[in-house]
């Protein structure tokens, strides 16, 4: 069922369950023997970490990031604050970022940076979402979900002003809802 102020639906459950099982699948081959520490960034990657953490099948820890960019809306300005650091040290362990979207590719630069000065063994990232369209600055990305246009999009934990996370589908909302 299609929610009265969505315009369209891009991603639908079924292309979302297929693809993060894929994922789990490769992140599985690819740290086989090893234990992997995943840090969600809160709270758009929630659903998208709970769903792919059951599909991965080597031991697996999570520990979560909340940060924030500066200003509101829905553009990224590039300063980021963190809101919640992590709860233990990473030094040592096999760290994967799990972010909802790269957008401008600002709030993962600046992730990387701080996650790599904590030192960990390995530093990977591994995204839903990915806006090429707009990036800004060069980042790595390991593992991509879908690299979609340059749209503005809410649903399976991604939110407009807090809402609509909940939607199970990537979705873009109709113009007069944005304009509030
Ligand atoms: P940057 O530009 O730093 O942005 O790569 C990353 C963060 O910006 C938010 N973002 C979005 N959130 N729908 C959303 O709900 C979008 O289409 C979108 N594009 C960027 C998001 O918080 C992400 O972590
Ligand atoms: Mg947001």
């Avoid at 929610?3 to 789990?24: A, M, W, Y």
């Avoid at 879908?146 to 991604?158: Q, R």
Wanted: net charge negative; with cysteine.
């Amino acid at each position: 069922m299609m929610h009265p102020h969505v315009e369209k639906i891009l991603l639908d459950e079924k292309q979302i369950n297929e693809r993060v099982k894929q994922l789990g699948r490769q992140i599985t081959q690819d740290y086989q023997g090893e234990s992997i520490l995943m840090v969600g960034i809160l709270k758009g990657a929630m659903i998208f970490l709970a769903d792919l953490v059951r599909n991965i099948d080597i031991p697996t820890y999570f520990d979560f990031m909340a940060v924030s960019s500066y200003g509101s809306g829905t553009v990224s300005s590039g300063v980021v604050r963190i809101l919640k650091d992590l709860d233990k040290s990473i030094e040592g362990k096999h760290v994967i970022i799990v972010e909802d979207i790269v957008d401008t590719g600002l709030t993962l630069q600046y992730l990387l940076e701080n996650m790599k000065s904590r030192g960990p063994a390995t530093l990977k990232v591994c995204t839903l979402l990915d806006k090429p369209d707009r990036r800004k600055v060069e980042v790595p990305i390991d593992y991509n979900g879908f690299s979609i246009p340059d749209e503005f999009v809410v649903g399976y934990g991604l939110d407009y002003n807090e809402r609509y996370r909940n939607l199970p589908y990537i979705a873009v909302l109709k113009q007069e809802i944005y304009k509030g």
